[in-house]
């Protein structure tokens, strides 16, 4: 049984449809599989009266060629119930684009339907800005654009029944308390939401069987899809390889993705657009370096410099073991228990990129010279108001946080909070919050 589960982003659908009634489009984007459809589709029924759901990944032409000509509005909407066997009603019923970068003209209709003011109109997409998809379109400026991440560690433990857990650790977060004896179960609890994932379909086998190798398996096949979209993006095979090498890039100690060093030999602008790809599909987060670091930071990053992680910790799991047919259960259970030997700090680093960029931060980081050999290195930077917050990971040890002292003493004047994110409780240091990894959200 497939479960519907309960998303944020609805809430924000009900603010769009309350305030702007009619006078824009809304689109949400997000990688394959990460709910956008499910979501929409749960709306109109619950919010509407009636709505159509054209699904351009299977849709026949004679519906699409409907959007080829627009000068007859009464014929196109009298097509569509026609076809969709649904009657529609002034004000009282949406009509939804899914995958609309499979019909660009669909989406340049846009304009001319929100101006008609008839009916609501949802969009979903995953690669909406990809060259082929937009490139004779016009954008309509009456889209609004939403993000859809996959479900974030307060979705996760609703999925699984669980109303109460994020508001108490905010409380403990807000009066900057310790858990103490309930602080083992806190970061189980999180480690499991970093090997299940936040991809619902992985979310939903978990709990309908508890067995890993199965949730393994589910996310082997979105990733399998992501593959399939990227070679048909780019025969060449080498996005698809960008993307499987996140984890061991990641795993280096060389504070970025190397790209030449995955791809080999590739022309500058070629590589340029497969990262562009990349990043608009959405199965990822880019963490840009940040040149000086700053409230600005957007003005003053490198866009040569980066770091790419996984949209989804889960997922990211699934890609490090890639070289098994299956990821063991034996495995599965070691992480959870906090008992397998690998260095897990990179896998810490990619939640917490994911947890920040799900709450609506870009992500930037900082490196400089320590001598000839080494960089310190700052995790994350935040901007908050006119100043930085700081953060430094650390998987295990925390008695040296030397990067964050260097920095704070550097940029002291830009610096409001500064936070060690890590696997212990949460205790203060001087000036310095040492955060468990399960409080990242309330940043």
Known sequence: MERIFKRKLYARLLEWKRVQNGKTAILIEGARRVGK???????????????????????????????????????????????????????????IFDEVQKCPLARQAIKYLVKDGRYDYIETGSLISIKKNTKDITIPSEEERLTMYPMDYEEFRWALGDETTTSLLRTFYEK????????????????????????????????????????????????????????????????ETLFMQI?????????RYKPYNVLGDVDDDKLLELLKNLEDSKTTLFSYHSNDPNVGMSLTKNVSKFKIFCADTGIFVTLAFWDKDHTENIIYKKLLNDKLNTNLGYVYENVIAQMLAANGNKLFYYTWPKDKSHNYEIDFLLSRGTKLHPIEVKSSGYKAHKSLDVFCQKFSHIIERRYLIYTKDLKKENETLLLPVYMTPFL
């Open 247 to 255: 984890p061991s890039q990641l795993n280096q100690t060389n504070n």
């Open 37 to 95: 459809s499910t979501l929409v589709e749960q709306f109109a029924k619950n919010e509407y009266e009636s709505y159509i759901l054209i699904d351009f990944n299977e849709t026949s032409e004679e519906v699409k060629s409907l959007f080829n000509n627009l000068m007859n509005k009464d014929f196109i909407f009298l097509q569509l119930q026609a076809l969709y066997n649904v009657v529609l009603k002034e004000r009282k019923s949406v009509i």
């Open 176 to 239: 900057r308390l310790p858990l103490d004896k309930a602080h083992r179960n806190a970061m189980r609890d999180f480690r499991l939401y970093m090997l299940v994932g936040g991809m619902p379909q992985a979310v939903n086998t978990y709990i309908e069987t508890n067995n890993f190798s199965l949730v393994d398996h589910a996310k082997r096949g979105i990733i399998q899809v992501y593959k399939d979209d990227f070679q048909k993006l780019d025969e060449s095979g080498r996005l």
